[in-house]
Nanobody
Framework: QVQLVESGGGSVHSGGSLRLSCAASGSIFSFNYMAWYHQAPGKQREVVAGINSVGTTNYADSVKGRFTISRDNARNTVYLQMNSLKPEDTAVYYC??????????WGQGIQVTVSS
């Protein structure tokens, strides 16, 4: 059973930066796709950014140009660099990893709060 542990969340002012980390208990090399989702109060969980096994990335329109996702297979870790943060980025952020057709995993979530 793979565990995903997020870290790096917290509270910042608008315009600030945070870097989230998602550390896997095992190798992430076998995951076809890893992503960061967020869920604001009263809203559905939605994808923020994703990266596949060959490094191709995708981003929600709302974060393009501000957030960067990356993966370090040697450290079994996926990162989300968040710059120019806005109050509307406030949410719980979740790490997600999937082996297509086999298994999928979620982290426990971490709070990000951006004040104006």
């Amino acid at each position: 059973q793979v565990q995903l542990v997020e870290s790096g969340g917290g509270s910042v002012h608008s315009g600030g930066s945070l870097r989230l980390s998602c550390a896997a208990s095992g190798s992430i090399f076998s995951f076809n796709y890893m992503a960061w989702y967020h869920q604001a109060p009263g809203k559905q969980r939605e994808v923020v950014a994703g990266i596949n096994s060959v490094g191709t990335t995708n981003y929600a329109d709302s974060v393009k140009g501000r957030f960067t996702i990356s993966r370090d297979n040697a450290r079994n870790t996926v990162y989300l660099q968040m710059n120019s943060l806005k109050p509307e980025d406030t949410a719980v952020y979740y790490c997600y990893a999937v082996r297509f057709g086999v298994s999928a995993y979620w982290g426990q979530g971490i709070q990000v709060t951006v004040s104006s």
